[in-house]
């Protein structure tokens, strides 16, 4: 037989409150906000909290399977409470009587919950959840992204229950995002087929979670069609060439010293009076000016202030070098600390944690030598300037959260191009895109590629990280071998039959074994194919010169 009832519930103590003891028992004294004086009783220990009952009814049942339950009714009222348990223990009864299962039964209880709620229980256990590999947990930003993403869905689709959810109302969904605008100058763009298959999968894995909660006994989002998104990319980011690199580390080196070396350019207005700010304005950095204007820079300022920005600028260039160089994403290079770095002689390497890798897999990445030695003397300097020593928790490198905006700026001074005639942009990831390029470029395997660059499919690195404008694929092409057939002018006439036993002579200028009867061109030494499974020119045999000479036949 179930019951329902109030369970004991513990508050924090009101403001203002005071202990006092009470035939024998310590309760808590104060007034509410109507001015009526309340008391109720605290529990022990050194920070007390007030003991009272739940503001809703819980129901106490056994469930199909014989096993206690506990559900909230969310009830103020006993009689609206026993009603919900009444519906329960009808439950119970049918999946004993075998009409209905357990997991059907847990199902409806889950029925008239407003969808809404689901949506707030999936991302609660999503937050909560465990990341990749090391990862304590799953990003936030992927978490906020599956809150608006499902929220959206839910109201798009006109979802209320969980009865309501079906396959064909997402596609319809899709169907009008993807539809034209009617007016194309106001109306957003259409978003990309990418942008489409993450909401679907977010629906899908929602829907598992859902089965596996008991809240359904299947998907509806099984099924769902992804978008092809090979013809609609957005962004393409293109890698970096190696001019172009020593251009954006030397403008980042000096940079921070020559804004204050910008020579001032007259601006003519003579709506403005002479000595108007608005009467002149600073140059903007040119690659060819920058060394002059970092002097005048340095000249202009006090020599510990010189200093600071020169140590702004070297970090930052240290930071395009290690990012260019490791493949690391900017968030990892954040998250590296002096004590990851190994800079002995022997192999120096960047060990990048589990918890902060974005697969979550730990991972030792090599270091160029000479990014190394830079590394070296920058951790001499900080130590120096710490009193001696730097602490192995301390960051390697100062990275910022907007240094995007920071590239940019140097991409302006240098003189290279945000975007170029193929539509491919740099940003800060471009840098991993820019390290997969030059070493594709220069042989490396695919295997030690897809290392390097922590991928788990080689697909990955070679469709999204290799620049195909790095990669000589011109010279390529020239490597293949000739395939020019034979010329009309180099085959030999046919020799006329003079016997029973007659063959054609010389069949091809060049081929010392055409008129040796008895051996097989394939046998002469130095002829081999220029591909497996191909015959070269030198492997062709006898060819009978009518069809009632059977007994020269081809060797092939």
Not at 96 to 103: F, M, N, R, S
Not at 429 to 436: K, N, S
Request: with cysteine; aromatic share 4%; net charge positive.
């Amino acid at each position: 037989m179930g019951a329902v009832f109030k369970p004991t519930v513990t508050r924090p103590l009101p403001a203002g409150a005071k202990l006092v003891t009470r035939d024998g028992e310590r309760v808590a004294v104060w007034v509410d906000a109507s001015g009526k004086k309340r008391q109720a009783p605290v529990t022990a220990g050194d920070k007390p909290r007030l003991r009272t009952k739940a503001g809703t009814y819980v129901a106490k049942y056994r469930d199909g399977d014989g096993v206690e339950q506990r559900v909230s009714t969310g009830c103020k009222s006993r009689d609206a409470a026993r009603a919900v348990l009444a519906d329960l223990e009808r439950r119970a009864e049918h999946v004993k009587a075998g009409i209905v299962t357990q997991a059907e039964a847990n199902v409806g209880e889950h029925a008239d919950t407003p969808l809404v709620e689901h949506v707030a229980a999936y991302v609660s256990a999503l937050a909560r959840k465990r990341g990749k590999g090391a990862r304590r947990t799953v990003s936030p930003q992927h978490v906020g992204n599956v809150d608006r993403t499902l929220r959206l869905a839910v109201a798009e689709c006109g979802f209320r229950r969980l009865r309501d959810m079906h396959r064909d109302a997402v596609e319809r969904w899709v169907s009008r995002l993807l539809a034209p605008a009617a007016d194309a100058g106001t109306t957003p763009r259409p978003p990309a087929a990418r942008t489409v298959n993450a909401k679907l999968a977010t629906l899908t894995a929602w829907g598992n979670w859902l089965v596996e909660s008991g809240r359904l006994t299947g998907n509806p989002f099984t099924r769902l069609r992804k978008l092809d998104e090979c013809d609609d990319v957005r962004r393409e980011r293109r890698a970096l060439t190696a001019a172009e690199l020593d251009r954006l580390v030397t403008v980042a080196r000096l940079r921070p010293v020559a804004q204050f070396g910008r020579p001032t350019l007259r601006i003519v207005d003579d709506t403005r009076p002479a000595k108007s700010r608005a009467t002149w304005k600073r140059a903007d950095l040119t690659f060819e000016g920058i060394v002059a204007a970092a002097e005048r820079g340095r000249a202009r300022m006090r020599p510990e202030a010189a200093a600071r920005f020169d140590r702004v600028g070297r970090e930052r260039a240290l930071v395009y070098r290690v990012l260019a160089t490791t493949g690391l994403r900017r968030g990892e290079l954040a998250a590296v600390t002096v004590g990851d770095v190994l800079l002995d002689d022997g192999g120096p390497a960047i060990v990048l944690r589990g918890t902060d890798a974005k697969n979550g897999k730990r991972a030792t990445l090599p270091l160029r030598g000479d990014v190394a030695a830079e590394l070296r003397s920058w951790l001499a300097e900080r130590a120096e300037a710490a009193g001696g020593t730097l602490s192995a928790d301390s960051p390697l490198l100062d990275v910022p959260d907007k240094l995007v905006r920071i590239l940019d700026r140097d991409l302006r001074a240098a003189g290279i191009h945000k975007r170029d005639a193929r539509g491919r942009t740099v940003d800060v990831h471009a840098m991993r895109g820019t390290f997969a390029s030059h070493l594709a470029a220069a042989g490396v395997s695919p295997v030690t590629l897809k290392t390097l660059m922590r991928h788990a499919r080689i697909e990955t690195t070679l469709r999204h990280y290799t620049d195909p404008a790095l990669l000589d694929v011109a010279d390529a092409v020239e490597r293949l071998p000739s395939m020019a057939g034979a010329t009309a002018s180099s085959v030999a006439p046919t020799v006329a039959l003079t016997s029973g036993r007659t063959r054609q002579n010389g069949a091809l200028a060049g081929n010392p074994a055409a008129g040796r009867r008895g051996r097989s061109a394939r046998n002469t030494p130095g002829k081999t194919a220029a591909f497996p499974g191909v015959l070269a020119v030198g492997d062709i045999g006898r060819e009978p010169m009518t069809p009632s000479l059977s007994s020269w036949c081809s060797n092939q």
